[in-house]
Every structure is written in structure tokens, then in C-alpha cells.
């Protein structure tokens, strides 16, 4: 590796005097040294790339100090730029030296040279002296016609690649998949450039007729690269052709998300939004295809995670989101639901599909109840091992959590013999592993609770840790287990709900909050139910309230 790098500083020497040379005199004889020697510096830039790319760009100019001259000199030497591949390597080479995020004028001053080079290499190369001499007879100096140049340069491969996009079979007028090939990878360097904008948008939205992809997969990765780290916008259109195109890049884009949801401290629901919004992965999700993938990664997670709250609340904000943008592309579906949710029941999904605040308060009960029937009949009458028997059933209804929340509060507000479809539901929502005699067993339990609370509420003096024996959170069951959630969850609902709760809501919080992992549990609990309140329009002032401070009370304890 020492010697390679003794190699290279002998050969830029060599180079170095060599570019001299041949800019200082125009004769025949260094014209034909010049084509002599283009191969072996051909070799020398691609040992120079290879070299440059594992380095920033301060520490390239701490190692070739005079490396912007020696490259200059290769740029404005046409036989150079004539050779193969020397014009894509130098432009490679240039790309080094630029600053993603310039911390002073000399960096600045540094971009703005090299993107002026590039401009000069992509739009200059026959067009020198003529071009020259034409724009200087009318006063322009050659930084004022070269992006513009290449400005025109994008635009006319652009408007080809459309005609070949449009030309279909028409093969004596399409691009050849060679061309197409040897564009995208001359694209690279200059993906996050402005004007190169609408080439790499023509060059995703073509599709060739092709087999197998001919595009480039280093110029897929640099674009999603660049769209992940926000270094480029493009249409919406674009961003999907991209993630049809080229499965790691959706792959990346998903885990992308992952990470700032992981990395990012004490994410409360709004900001998960907003997060999932900025990834574009909900409006590209509107294309069936995109939406199975990113499902199938939220499943994984799901698994992987054992059902954590935490992912199943993403899901259901990203499914929110996702809805959202079907709705403002277009207001009738442009797929059937099946290609979304292929291994449900259609009726099912259309049901879930409704927005709450759609449906009418006074429906809300029966269209619970109507989601408790085709769910029971989709879990129960099928085989448990089939691939829609009932953790697809669940994995879909998780996907519309609002409706699962909403079916607490629909029992506790009732004075009502408790509705055994909803108590299904619950008892489903919380532990969808259950066979029926189990699951009959938690529908028990979850009406004694509901009696006792519904009694207590109309007592005169309420007591916290009344509420908890009566709701039997005082036992040695393990608080871990899926029904003894779902009745904590009764519980905060209850004191958030009932006229006399807010006043013990503090006592009931310490009694339950005896674990790190139950305390986390009642933070989701109430950013969840604000969420929902916020987005339903049926926050009352006094519960949101409540349900905010002790957010914020909690939030300082962990």
C-alpha cells in the first residue's frame, strides 16, 4: 500500500510537467505526444479517482496541493477529453474536491470552481474556439454561456429520452440501451447539480424494452442517497419510478426511517409524523407494489420486536399518512383494495378504510360492532396455519388502530349491558394468539372490570387504590401479560373519562407505573389517545388537560 501511494506522488510529477508541456505549446509534435501518452493518463486518473475518493476534501489538498491545477489543465486539453473514458473519470476526479456542506468562503469559492469546470467539460468539448469567438464577439464571457450550455445540453437529452420513452417498439428511433447505460453512469457524480435535475428524472421515468435493467445501479444509489440526505427534490413521479426500479433503494429508504425513529429521543406521535411524511414513503406507498414491500418491512419489525407498542403505533400513524395521500392523489382508488391487502377479506378492508371522523358518532357502535363480526368470522372459520387466519387478521386491524381505541371508550361511556362484539374486539386487539376458550376467558374478565368501574363511577368518593383492587391490578398476575394491558388501559381511560377520575388520576398513575417498562407503556397509552382526540375533534378541555400534564409529568420521570 506504501508503494502504491510512492507510485502515484511519482506519476503526478510526471503528469504534472507533462499537462505543462502541452498547454504551453500547440504544435504537432505535442499534439502527437499528447496521443501518445492519452491511454497511460487515462490509467494514471483512474489510479488518481481510486485514491481521492477514500479521502476529504481538505485531506486531498494537504496530500496534492496543486491537485485543482493538475486537473484544470486535463479539462481545457480537448484531446484528453476526447479519449474514452478520460472525460467521466475526470469528472469523477472533480467531484472529489467538492464540499457537501462548505464551512467557509475558500470552500464555497472551491464548489462554485469545480461546478464551473464541470459545466465547461459536459458542454465545451467541441465547441471551443468556434463557440468562443462568437459568444466574445457579442460581449459574453465564457462563465456566462457554459451552464447555459449545459443547461441545454440536460434539456435536449431530456426531451430525446421522452421521444424514446414514447417511441415504444419504434426501434430505429429509440436510444440504444448502450447509450442509455453509459448515460446514467456519467450522471453520477453530477446527481445532486440543479441543472442535471430533469436528466436523472427523464432517465427514471424511461423505461427500456429491455429484460433486465439497463441503468446503472450506482446511479440509482447515489440518487436515493441523495434524496434520503435531502440534496435533491424531485417529482413524486421520479421518486416512484426510482423505488419500482430498484428494490434496495426502497429497502434503504424504509431503514432510513428506522434509524431517525430510533435515534431520535422521546418521539411522541406528532413528530413520528412528521418524520414519516418527510421519508415520501406514504405517497409513493399509493403505487400497490411500493405499499407491500414497506408493509412487509413493518411486519418484519413487528415480529422481530414481539409486537412492541412502539412499532405497532408507527404503523398505524404511517397507515394514517398513507390514506391521506391515496385521498389527494385521487379521490376513487386507482387499485383495488385487494392489491393492497391481498390476503384479507375486501370487506373487511373497506370497513377499516373508513375514517372515524367520517362516520357519524351516533354509527360509531354499530359500524364497531359491524368490524367484530367480519374480523370473528375472518379468525374463527378459517384454518389457524393458512396465511389469512388470525395474526393477518390482527396484523390488518392494527393497521386502523382508531377504531380499536375507540372501544374502551365506547364501553366505559355506555351504562349499557357491554356489547360481547366489542368485547371480542378488545380481547382480540391485546392478544390475537388466543384460541376461543382463552379469548372467552379475557371477554369475562374485561366485563367484570367494566362492571366495577361503571359502578364505581357513580359513587360519591372515589379512591385509587379502590379503583385497582376492584379492577384486580392488585393480584400477583404478571403485569406483562396482554390482558392485564388492556385492563390498564380500561383504567386510564376510566380516570380520563369518568367525571370523578380526574382527581385520583395522579394516585391510580403511581400505583400502576411500579415498572420502567408499564411507565413507558402509559406514556404511548396517553400520546396515543391525544393523538386520536387531536385528529377526531373530541378532545373534552378538562380530560386533554389532564391527559397532557400527566404526559408531561411522566416524561420527566424517565
Known amino acids: 500500500m506504501a508503494q502504491d501511494s510512492v507510485d502515484l506522488s511519482c506519476d503526478y510529477q510526471f503528469w504534472m510537467q507533462k499537462l505543462s508541456v502541452w498547454e504551453q505549446a500547440s504544435t504537432l509534435g505535442t ?139 419504434n426501434t430505429q428511433r429509440r436510444m440504444t440501451p448502450e447509450r442509455l447505460a453509459s448515460l446514467s453512469r456519467v450522471c453520477v457524480p453530477l446527481i445532486t447539480l440543479p441543472d442535471v435535475d430533469p436528466l436523472v428524472e427523464a432517465l427514471l421515468v424511461c423505461h427500456g424494452h429491455e429484460p433486465q435493467e439497463i441503468l446503472q445501479p450506482e446511479f440509482f444509489e447515489a440518487i436515493n442517497e441523495a434524496i434520503l440526505l435531502k440534496k435533491i427534490s424531485l417529482p413524486m413521479s421520479a421518486v416512484v419510478c426510482l423505488w419500482l426500479r430498484h428494490l434496495p433503494s426502497l429497502e434503504k429508504a424504509m431503514l432510513h426511517l428506522f434509524e431517525k425513529l430510533i435515534s431520535s429521543e422521546r418521539n411522541c406521535l406528532r413528530r413520528i409524523e412528521c418524520f414519516i411524511k418527510d421519508s415520501l414513503l406514504p405517497q409513493a406507498a399509493c403505487h400497490p407494489a411500493i405499499f407491500r414491500v414497506v408493509d412487509e418491512m413493518f411486519r418484519c419489525a413487528l415480529l422481530e420486536t414481539d409486537g412492541a407498542p412502539e412499532i405497532i403505533a408507527t404503523i398505524q400513524v404511517f397507515t394514517q399518512c398513507f390514506l391521506e395521500a391515496l385521498e389527494k392523489e385521487n379521490k376513487q382508488l386507482r387499485f383495488a383494495l385487494k392489491t393492497y391487502f391481498p390476503y384479507t377479506s375486501p370487506s373487511l378492508a373497506m370497513v377499516l378504510l373508513q375514517d372515524p371522523q367520517d362516520v357519524p358518532r351516533g354509527r360509531w357502535l354499530q359500524t364497531l360492532k359491524h368490524i367484530s363480526e367480519l374480523l370473528r368470522e375472518a379468525v374463527e372459520d378459517q384454518t389457524h396455519g393458512s396465511r389469512g387466519g388470525p395474526l393477518e387478521s390482527w396484523f390488518l386491524f392494527i393497521h386502523f388502530g382508531g377504531w380499536a381505541e375507540m372501544v374502551a371508550e365506547q364501553l366505559l361511556r355506555s351504562a349499557a349491558e357491554p356489547p360481547a362484539a366489542l368485547l371480542w374486539l378488545l380481547a382480540f386487539y391485546y392478544s390475537p394468539h388466543d384460541g376461543r376458550q382463552q379469548r372467552a376467558q379475557t371477554m369475562v374478565q374485561v366485563k367484570a372490570v367494566l362492571g366495577h368501574l361503571l359502578a364505581m363511577s357513580r359513587s360519591s368518593s372515589l379512591s385509587a387504590r379502590d379503583l385497582q383492587t376492584a379492577a384486580g391490578q392488585d393480584t400477583e398476575t404478571d403485569p406483562r401479560a396482554p390482558a392485564q394491558q388492556l385492563i390498564r388501559h380500561l383504567l386510564l381511560n376510566f380516570v380520563l373519562w369518568a367525571p370523578g377520575g380526574h382527581t385520583i388520576a395522579r394516585d391510580v398513575i403511581t400505583l400502576m407505573a411500579h415498572t420502567a417498562e408499564i411507565t413507558h407503556e402509559i406514556i404511548g397509552f396517553l400520546d396515543q389517545t391525544l393523538y386520536r382526540w387531536d385528529r377526531l375533534g373530541i378532545e373534552s378541555p378538562r380530560s386533554g388537560k389532564l391527559a397532557r400534564e400527566l404526559l408531561k409529568e411522566l416524561q420527566t420521570q424517565v
Not at 489543465?73 to 484528453?80: G, L, S, T, Y
Not at 467539460?121 to 462563465?143: C, M, N
Request: aromatic share 12%; proline share 4%.
Open 31 to 169: 499534439q502527437q505526444d499528447t496521443c501518445v501518452h492519452l491511454a497511460r493518463f487515462q490509467e494514471f486518473l483512474r489510479k488518481m479517482y481510486e485514491a481521492l475518493k477514500e479521502m476529504d476534501s481538505n485531506t486531498i489538498f494537504e496530500r496534492f496541493p496543486t491537485i485543482d491545477q493538475l486537473l484544470a489543465k486535463a479539462c481545457w486539453n480537448p484531446f484528453i477529453l476526447a479519449y474514452d473514458e478520460s472525460q467521466k473519470i475526470l469528472i469523477w476526479c472533480l467531484c472529489c474536491l467538492i464540499n457537501k456542506e462548505p464551512q467557509n468562503s475558500r470552500q464555497s469559492k472551491l464548489n462554485s470552481w469545480v461546478q464551473g469546470v464541470l459545466s465547461h467539460i459536459l458542454s465545451a468539448l467541441r465547441f471551443d474556439k468556434e463557440v468562443a469567438l462568437f459568444t466574445q464577439g457579442l460581449g459574453y464571457a465564457p462563465i456566462d454561456y457554459y451552464p447555459g450550455l449545459l443547461k441545454n445540453m440536460v434539456l435536449s437529452l431530456a426531451s430525446e429520452l421522452r421521444e424514446n420513452h414514447l417511441n415504444g417498439f
